[in-house]
């Protein structure tokens, strides 16, 4: 079993920058993929990105590309997403999840374990 904790998030201003994280319990994860969605209120959850067990390759939705970053420690057990340029829409939810597999998928139906979920608002 594996449990995945939240950290970061909270209130910034359009144009900021913030650095969620997601620390790995009650296992290694170093051999599984991890992505990151989100959710809107009244929208279903969305792909965000996710990154190869190895943190050589990632990959991200159209609408973050160029301005998150995925990262990951696995000496740590940690994964990171970096946000900056956040607008209002990036206003959601966000959420780490563990796929048990070497690469991780659009879909959230593919994951395996999910963190509780932090709060990002953006004030324009």
């Known amino acids: 079993q594996v449990q995945l904790v939240q950290s970061g998030g909270g209130l910034v201003q359009a144009g900021g920058s913030l650095r969620l994280s997601c620390a790995a319990s009650?296992?290694?994860?170093?051999?599984?993929?991890m992505g990151w969605f989100r959710q809107a209120p009244g929208k279903e959850r969305e792909f965000v990105g996710h990154i190869t067990s190895s943190g050589i390759s990632t990959y991200y939705a159209d609408s973050v590309k160029g301005r998150f970053t995925i990262s990951r420690d696995n000496a740590k057990n940690t994964v990171y997403l970096q946000m900056n340029s956040l607008t209002p829409e990036d206003k959601a939810v966000y959420y780490c999840?563990?796929?048990?597999?070497?690469?991780?998928?659009?879909?959230?139906?593919?994951?395996?374990?999910w963190g509780q979920g932090t709060q990002v608002t953006v004030s324009s």
């Open positions: 009650g296992r290694t994860v170093s051999a599984y993929a």
């Open positions: 999840a563990v796929r048990r597999g070497f690469s991780g998928t659009y879909d959230p139906k593919e994951y395996d374990y």
